[in-house]
T-cell receptor, first 113, second 115 residues
Framework: GENVEQHPSTLSVQEGDSAVIKCTYSDSASNYFPWYKQELGKRPQLIID?????GEKKDQRIAVTLNKTAKHFSLHITETQPEDSAVYFC????????????FGKGTLLTVNP | SAVISQKPSRDICQRGTSLTIQCQVDSQVTMMFWYRQQPGQSLTLIATANQGSEATYESGFVIDKFPISRPNLTFSTLTVSNMSPEDSSIYLC????????????FGPGTRLLVL
């Protein structure tokens, strides 16, 4: 089955700096790659996603890049703010009629004011 | 995105008992999923709840321990049976986007503590 590796497990940045979280996946059939943000005690919230026919997608301060050949994708957050502090999960999805997501282990991002 | 609710939001249970968690969506969805998230850990898929057929379980999860119902396109239940302290976790349901597709949206979760 699919295996998703996520790095780093923790990341601390100063407010205004950029943050980058990287994920690799093993199943070349995976074609959908969402990113979720989970604040303490809250549900995971989808923040951005990318499909395999696209190399990059941007939404304001957040961007995701995908390299299908190398089987890795990354989340980029620019101009970080304290409210960006949370756990971020990447995931990879595939399966057609048996569709499901496999999640990475998560990255705890701390943005210091 | 759909509005998803779960009941109960939290519970404390004695070992050996069972708890049924409900997941309700405000619109019809094709796929409903059940996840477990242990403290400080990632999300692990338990099973996919299929309307009109048996749930599809992931490796390490069995129907006798986690029976699932999906009576219609807006509702599902997950039962945690014969509980032990190792079942203490957050249980989350998720649904796909109305109209289908890969995107999943999560319910608020049920926080379970087994004593």
């Amino acid at each position: 089955g699919e295996n998703v590796e996520q790095h780093p497990s923790t990341l601390s940045v100063q407010e205004g700096d950029s943050a980058v979280i990287k994920c690799t996946y093993s199943d070349s059939a995976s074609n959908y790659f969402p990113w979720y943000k989970q604040e303490l005690g809250k549900r995971p919230q989808l923040i951005i996603d990318i499909r395999s026919n696209v190399g990059e997608k941007k939404d304001q301060r957040i961007a995701v890049t995908l390299n299908k050949t190398a089987k890795h994708f990354s989340l980029h957050i620019t101009e970080t703010q304290p409210e960006d502090s949370a756990v971020y999960f990447c995931a990879a999805g595939s399966g057609g009629s048996n569709y499901k997501l496999t999640f990475g282990k998560g990255t705890l991002l701390t943005v210091n004011p | 995105s759909a509005v998803i609710s779960q009941k109960p939001s939290r519970d404390i249970c004695q070992r050996g008992t069972s708890l049924t968690i409900q997941c309700q969506v405000d619109s019809q969805v094709t796929m409903m999923f059940w996840y477990r998230q242990q403290p400080g850990q990632s999300l692990t898929l338990i099973a996919t709840a299929n309307q009109g057929s048996e749930a599809t379980y992931e490796s390490g999860f069995v129907i006798d321990k986690f029976p699932i119902s999906r009576p219609n396109l807006t509702f599902s239940t997950l039962t945690v049976s014969n509980m032990s302290p190792e079942d203490s976790s957050i249980y989350l349901c998720s649904v796909d986007r109305a109209g289908g597709g890969e995107t999943q949206y999560f319910g608020p979760g049920t926080r379970l503590l087994v004593l």
